[in-house]
């Protein structure tokens, strides 16, 4: 699952839409509970008290500002984690 900071997820559907649009789906209410082999994506927040096997988080910055998106994308990872920085 790709987490991506609500203030930088227009930008991302915008910019991986145009590049990966075939592979990425967003995570939404009525998909969740669907296997897919798409990479899906949404905010840290919508994917509160949720996991994943693999989680990568896109923010902004790691601050005071970011931190509980931070937090809430690094403990959703069961197995590993990888952190983008978006600028």
């Known amino acids: 699952i790709i ?3 609500s ?10 839409g145009d590049y990966f649009k075939r592979q990425l789906e967003e995570l939404t209410q009525e998909n969740i509970n669907i296997k897919v082999e798409k990479i899906r994506y ?6 509160r008290g949720l996991e994943a096997e693999n989680v990568v988080l ?3 910055a790691i601050n005071d500002s970011t931190r509980i998106q931070t937090y809430i994308g690094v403990s959703r990872a069961v197995y590993s ?3 983008i920085l978006w600028s």
């Open 3 to 5: 987490l991506v900071d």
């Open 7 to 16: 203030h930088l997820i227009e930008s991302f559907k915008n910019v991986a």
């Open 42 to 47: 949404t905010t840290p927040i919508m994917f």
């Open 58 to 60: 896109i923010t902004s």
């Open 81 to 83: 984690f990888r952190c």
